[in-house]
């Protein structure tokens, strides 16, 4: 399961409905602040890893549905949200059928 230390929109301050040009602008700034040649934090290597690790996976689109799918059945986004476009997936076609 993905927790929030491992999420990648945090890890790089962002929201799911992030563009390309989010994400990348996001790394950028990111990476140089917790990048261990300017950062010498503790922490700084770890989460200049988890910063790289965001990008690889959110830069790339199939990654990052892939990503996204897993984040929405471990309902780390609005679970409401998530059971609404459940029921609307499940119920949309059984309603379709019925039409006349």
Known sequence: MVGP????????G???D??????????R????????????AA?????????QEAYEVLS??????AYDDNR?????DDPAQTARDIWQAYFSPLLSQHKT
């Open 18 to 27: 992030a563009s390309l040009a989010d994400i990348k602008k996001a790394f």
């Open 43 to 51: 922490d700084a290597a770890a989460r200049f890893r988890a910063v």
């Open 72 to 76: 929405r059945r471990n309902l780390l």
């Open 14 to 16: 962002l929201g799911s």
């Open 5 to 12: 230390m491992n999420d990648h929109y945090t890890a790089l």
């Open 60 to 65: 790339d689109e199939t990654k990052r549905q």
């Open 29 to 40: 700034q990111k990476a140089s602040i917790y990048h261990p040649d300017r950062n010498d």
